[in-house]
């Protein structure tokens, strides 16, 4: 692939080589292999179902523990309200059921009353919102001249209505990080990736937020920001193959998706890790489930992390005899369902079962809730094949996998859970130092989308998903969780539900 020196000098302002760009466009052309399911994760293979007084004790050890502990709360922030409002964006008046329900159902949402406020002030009153023309009613909330909703972060969009105020997803973080993310120093530790545009306004509207939050109890919040490095934004491809330009013959870069986000995650320093998107968060009244399970995620975290620790000083210092080789054994089929040999009573077969285990334990670790599976959108576990370890627990995309193979659609269609993105990670080895997280990215596991750029179909490149292929080579744990622990706001609509209530 030949690029122009300017090309050249374009790539080198976002940190990318010609190679790499070469590396890209070669991807695009030939795709991806498709991941290789080879059966879902289930209750009893793949997937560990707790029972309230074991969930009990792995609560109790962490909130033991946490004072001591350097935690953090990661949340993928970047995302914009544009297709949370994509029903009330397209149609002008026509009257989809998504559009009628939130006209009918107007009063409920925790922005009515700024919205009856701002009309009010354009001379329509509270009594005729209902009855204007739709996408005059829709456009008070979305364009600039109203509310501007279209064209804010999701994380700014009021969520939940209280007795005297409202609150935005950004701030039920804040509320909820109090139960769960406070540890040593007694500080809540937040990390948020944001948009570039929106940075400073975030930044500004989260620290008061988190100073008048602080003013009414002990606990003081240490926020922290980051957006995705332009060093991960990806090419894409026109039909014939050709990188896609720009009007003006530059070219087309596009974000890389959330993988790009392990670079983010990989440049923060934390004992735990805390990991759950923006716009899963319910209203007080209902949180208990959610911080309770959470706290149980990371209990058998540090309970996981604690053994692998022992394993791994062991093996470090020579010391595996063959009562210890068989508590791995059981270790790794208890929690993480893997087969290992069985014949470990001559030194030679020990030997060899230490020289495959260690790069096992050797690698971060995380503990995944998983949702019954009730028809909601997203990934799920599964087991897919895995040249090391014969298989292994991954977090599967639909887009992801071939259901034109009758084989693996079968096994998808076989699935009971889905991923609702609630991660408990740690990322030090057993010494205390960190893992460099992008060592064990599987990059094999990205995708080609195609998208629509000025009235042309491209080819576009997606990284890896965070919890998808960026975590591909990480020590895996699915824990079954209620369904009350999830409740995203994919549209407007979802605000209704009566977990935002």
Request: net charge negative.
């Given at each position: 692939?030949?690029?122009?020196?300017?090309?050249?000098?374009?790539?080198?302002?976002?940190?990318?080589?010609?190679?790499?760009?070469?590396?890209?466009?070669?991807?695009?052309?030939?795709?991806?292999?498709g991941i290789q399911l080879t059966s879902p994760a289930i209750i009893g293979d793949g997937i560990l179902a707790m029972t309230e007084s074991r969930a009990d004790e792995y609560m109790e050890s962490f909130n033991k523990a946490a004072p001591d502990l350097n935690l953090l709360k990661f949340v993928p922030a970047s995302g914009a309200a544009t297709r949370m409002f994509k029903a009330l964006f397209e149609g002008g008046d026509a009257q989809s059921a998504d559009r009628k329900e939130v006209r009918e159902r107007l009063s409920e949402f925790a922005f009515y009353r700024a919205l009856v406020e701002l009309a009010e002030k354009q001379g329509i009153a509270e009594d005729q919102l209902a009855s204007i023309p739709g996408q005059q009613l829709f456009n008070l909330i979305l364009q600039p001249a109203g509310l501007g909703f279209g064209m804010l972060p999701k994380g700014m969009i009021p969520f939940h209505r209280y007795e005297n105020t409202t609150r935005t997803a950004f701030e039920e973080h804040l509320?909820?990080?109090?139960?769960?993310?406070?540890g040593a120093d007694n500080k809540v530790r937040i990390h948020f990736t944001v948009q570039q545009d929106f940075l400073a306004d975030i930044k500004a509207f989260l620290q008061?937020?988190?100073?008048?939050?602080s003013s009414k109890t002990d606990k003081q919040f240490e926020l922290s920001f980051s957006v995705q490095s332009p060093t991960t934004d990806t090419l894409a491809i026109d039909a014939n193959g050709a990188p896609v330009r720009n009007a003006d013959g530059s070219l087309l870069f596009r974000p890389g998706g959330h993988g790009a986000l392990i670079h983010n995650l990989n440049g923060l320093s934390a004992e735990l890790i805390f990991v759950k998107n923006i716009d899963n968060v319910v209203s007080d009244r209902h949180k208990y489930q959610g911080i309770r399970h959470k706290m149980v995620?990371?209990?058998?975290?540090?309970e996981l992390h604690r053994r692998i620790s022992k394993y791994q000083r062991a093996i470090a210092m020579g010391r595996t005899p063959l009562e210890l080789c068989r508590?791995?054994?059981?270790f790794l089929l208890e929690h993480f369902f893997l087969e290992t040999p069985k014949n470990l009573l001559d030194r030679s077969a020990r030997r060899d079962f230490i020289s495959w285990v260690s790069p096992v334990l050797n690698r971060p670790l995380r503990v995944c809730g998983m949702v019954r599976n009730e028809g909601e959108p997203g990934g799920g576990p599964f087991w897919v094949y895995d040249k090391h370890t014969g298989r292994s627990l991954q977090i599967v995309e639909k887009s992801q996998i071939n259901t034109s193979d009758p084989a693996q659609k079968a096994i998808l269609d076989a699935a009971t859970h889905f991923n609702p993105v609630d991660l408990v990670c740690m990322t030090r080895d057993y010494s205390g130092k960190a893992y460099n997280l992008l060592r064990f990215v599987d990059p094999q596991t990205g995708f080609v989308s195609e998208k629509s750029h000025q009235g042309h179909i491209i080819r576009a490149l997606e990284l890896p998903g965070l919890w998808n292929g960026a975590m591909a080579n990480w020590n895996t744990v699915f824990v079954e969780v209620p369904a009350s622990t999830f409740s995203p706001v994919k549209t407007v609509n979802d605000l209704l539900r009566p977990l935002h209530g």
């Open positions: 692939m030949q690029f122009t020196e300017k090309d050249i000098q374009q790539l080198a302002g976002r940190g990318i080589t010609a190679i790499q760009a070469a590396e890209q466009i070669e991807q695009l052309r030939k795709g991806f292999p509320h909820e990080g109090l139960h769960h993310t406070c008061h937020q988190a100073n008048a939050i995620l990371a209990g058998l975290a540090l508590e791995i054994q059981h």
